[in-house]
């Protein structure tokens, strides 16, 4: 999917309801660049949030309303204090930070564009669900609303609870056991501090 760079032209947003078939082909990058996107899953199937999250965080990009700063500081914390490995000169710029930390989904196997990724990782989703929380904007109550409001999200129903806080407690006083680098508890632990007004929600 490309976007024009030109100015006042109409976005164009396709979505595929009914994911697959993917005829071996494994997910890449979502955001290559200013101008493109690839669409992928960041969540398992039947429900098809994945593309509407990938659209809100485009619209968010282009209003822009993501947490940018709070991003670079997640990816410095995986990247092991590094903000940007490719160029230490360069900060990192909004695409560069939703290509790091937004990540699809391979379905039967982990995130093949992540350093960390192993076959069958079923914690990349509640990973995913956590930074598009945290960049979504300054005030992570506003994504939490957003997912209450859409009717292809969990959130939706009434009473439920994501515990996606709970989760990213868990994950970080288990990342040894689980095979999470220091680093990528690190970030973790950056996501649990943003996400702590959505403690039992």
């Known amino acids: 999917l490309q976007f024009s760079k030109e100015k006042g032209c109409d976005l164009i947003f396709v979505h595929c309801t009914s994911p697959g078939p ?3 082909i494994d997910a890449r ?6 101008s493109e996107m ?5 969540y398992a199937p039947p429900v098809p949030i994945s593309m509407s999250c990938l659209a809100k965080l485009e619209c968010a990009r282009r209003d822009r309303t993501l947490d940018i700063e709070f991003g670079r500081k997640l990816l410095t914390a995986y990247n092991g204090g590094r903000s940007n490995p490719a160029n230490e000169d360069a900060v990192p710029t909004e ?5 790091g930390l937004v990540l699809g989904l391979e379905l039967g196997g982990g995130s093949t564009a992540h350093p ?8 990349d989703a509640i990973v995913t669900l956590a930074v598009f929380i945290a960049l979504l ?9 957003w997912l209450s409001q859409n009717r292809l999200s969990f959130f939706s129903i009434p009473g439920f609870k994501s515990n996606i806080h709970k989760d990213l407690m868990s994950m970080i006083s288990k990342h040894k056991f689980l095979g999470f680098s220091e680093h990528k508890a690190e970030m973790l632990s950056l996501l649990s501090a943003k996400l702590e007004p959505l403690k039992g929600k």
């Open 137 to 145: 904007d300054k005030d992570p109550m506003v994504g939490h609303k």
């Open 116 to 123: 960390d990724a192993v076959k069958s990782d079923p914690l």
């Open 22 to 24: 993917f005829n071996g």
């Open 29 to 34: 990058e979502l955001f290559v660049s200013e």
């Open 38 to 42: 690839n669409l992928a899953l960041l």
């Open 95 to 99: 695409n560069d930070v939703l290509k």
